[in-house]
């Protein structure tokens, strides 16, 4: 029989040559959603009001994926579901939106308003620190607003978005533009990575940067499209 010492020696060179683990979020970040007893109606006050950039512009923001009718978009960090009825009318109820979040009391709340308003193709899903819990192969958009910066653990989060993503899917994040002596200082200090970093990591990951999607009216968030090859 054939030793297995070779083939075990292979597999701990493989794994000392990985790329290491990207740093990430700090958990406190997130501890706050993952409350059972969250105030939902807090956080939909603070995410889906006047003041916030993406609320304003959400319409434009979800025109720009370019979604079509029988898609599955995934929106990764859903919150309270500010993008769920606009990616629900792009895709049709052909389509799929899994409205994925971290937060049980969040998704319990994707849950009823998408119940509350007939949208049957919202899939809420209760995702952790380090999967999107997606089955493999199921997503054509990925989406990620404002949440890029939560991620705890991006190289495994990236790697289960790639799982997720057919062959040629698009990957859409939307984030804070980071620029020290320019941005404000919850920016500076809430978002741990800059425009460039955030691709450097992504195209690091195995995705391919495509293009910057121009949104009217968003002065502090970017727009960016990957491809998964």
């Not at 029989?1 to 083939?7: F, N």
């Not at 579901?81 to 895709?91: N, S, Y």
């Not at 899903?125 to 404002?146: E, H, I, K, Y």
Request: aromatic share 6%.
């Amino acid at each position: 029989m054939r030793s297995l010492a070779p083939i075990r020696l292979l597999l701990l060179l493989a794994a000392a040559c990985a790329a290491p683990s990207l740093p990430g979020a700090r958990p406190e970040l997130n501890r706050e959603f993952r409350k059972p007893d969250a105030d939902v109606a807090h956080y939909v006050e603070l995410f889906e009001g006047e003041s916030r950039e993406i609320a304003v512009q959400r319409d434009g923001i979800a025109a720009a994926l370019g979604l079509r009718p029988g898609q599955a978009v995934a929106d990764i960090g859903a919150g309270t579901g500010l993008f769920e009825e606009p990616l629900a009318r792009a895709v049709g109820t052909q389509g799929v939106v899994w409205a994925v979040d971290i937060a049980p009391a969040f998704v319990e709340h994707l849950r009823q308003r998408a119940a509350a308003a007939g949208l049957s193709q919202v899939r809420p899903v209760l995702c952790d620190d380090r999967s999107t819990g997606l089955p493999q192969g199921s997503v054509d958009v990925a989406f990620l607003c404002d949440t890029y910066h939560h991620l705890e653990h991006p190289s495994d989060t990236l790697a289960s978005l790639r799982d997720a993503l057919r062959r040629g899917g698009r990957l859409v994040v939307v984030d804070f533009e980071r620029e020290p002596g320019t941005s404000r200082d919850w920016v500076l200090e809430h978002v741990r990575a800059g425009r460039a970093q955030t691709v450097a990591e992504i195209e690091g990951a195995g995705f391919r940067l495509v293009r910057e999607l121009p949104v009217e009216g968003l002065v502090e968030n970017y727009v960016i499209e990957f491809a998964r090859p």
